[in-house]
Nanobody, 119 residues
Framework: VQLVESGGGVVQPGGSLRLSCAAS????????ARWSRQAPGKEREVVAG????????AYNDFALGRFTISRDNAKSSVDLQMNSLKPEDTAVYFC?????????????WGQGTQVTVAS
């Protein structure tokens, strides 16, 4: 199983980034997918999650109205569109699949992609 994230980088406050995660070696459509993040000195937290079919989506409070999670099971991918980025969004963002609920930690993780929001 391999999850490969892309799309991180440095962006100014108020800017946007789109993160993508490509899965291989796994029946992607069988898994809940989520994006989590970990900022320096802080615990990892779920940003947003999406059910197997995409019918159920949930966001952490800080992501509501700014971030959008989506998945394409035909491409085995899950994306996170991030708008109106703030310095406090700076973190390593991880793709994660598995688990029995959106707020769980799944079995499989990507290596992470750095997002830095700074002027």
């Amino acid at each position: 199983v391999q999850l490969v994230e892309s799309g991180g980088g440095v962006v100014q406050p108020g800017g946007s980034l789109r993160l993508s995660c490509a899965a291989s070696g796994v029946g992607f459509s069988e898994y809940i997918a989520r994006w989590s993040r970990q900022a320096p000195g802080k615990e990892r937290e779920v940003v947003a999650g999406i059910s197997k079919t995409g019918g159920v989506i949930a966001y952490n409070d800080f992501a509501l109205g700014r971030f959008t999670i989506s998945r394409d099971n035909a491409k085995s991918s899950v994306d996170l569109q991030m708008n109106s980025l703030k310095p406090e969004d700076t973190a390593v963002y991880f793709c994660n699949i598995g688990g029995s609920g959106i707020w769980d930690n799944g079995d499989y993780w990507g290596q992470g992609t750095q997002v830095t929001v700074a002027s």
